[in-house]
């Protein structure tokens, strides 16, 4: 029997330029029990399908047994939300850092009672339990020193008072 319709639509369709129907008539042939045995090598290909379990493919009702299991029959709240509410953790990070170098300058300055502290002006300052005021003051006068306002050093703690 001559099978050249058959090796036709073969090349065709190692080419994909086959259709539908004629990949049907590929699986039909292939179904059938006589397969010339120099076409037997293509026959695993096209009869995979009507072989396969039909246990392993998913229902007809397998859609609707998942939308009852994750609850689509209630309705969605819609929440609206202020522009403040969706800023609210960028504000809580804030004042976590704003606390913590608060922090972190009160345990340096405890650590620092009666040591020298330098200003950055040039001068040290030396400071026991309350000399906040001393270094404030010593910068403030380093720093009209060395502005190019001419103030007379007798007015400058005239200034501070």
């Known amino acids: ?3 050249k319709y058959i090796d036709q639509l073969l090349e065709r369709y190692w080419n994909c ?10 699986r039909s042939f292939f179904s059938q029990d006589n397969v010339p ?5 293509y026959r695993q290909l096209f009869v995979y ?21 994750i609850g689509d029959g209630q309705p969605v709240k819609i929440r609206r939300m202020k522009f403040t509410a969706r800023l609210m953790p960028l504000f809580r990070a804030a004042a976590m850092v704003a606390i913590l170098l608060t922090l972190g300058n009160a345990v340096q300055m405890s650590f620092n009672s009666g040591e020298p502290v330098y200003t950055g ?4 300052v030396i400071t026991n339990g309350e000399s906040d005021v001393a270094l404030v003051d010593t910068a403030t006068i380093d720093t009209v020193k060395q502005s190019s306002v001419i103030m007379p050093v007798e007015e400058v703690p005239q200034l501070l008072k």
């Open 37 to 41: 045995v120099e076409l037997l090598r």
């Open 121 to 124: 002006m040039g001068e040290e």
């Open 1 to 3: 029997m001559d099978y």
């Open 17 to 26: 330029e086959t259709t539908l129907e004629e990949e049907e008539i590929l």
């Open 49 to 69: 399908e009507s072989r396969e379990p039909q246990a392993d493919r998913l229902g007809a009702d397998f859609d609707e047994k998942m939308l009852q299991q």
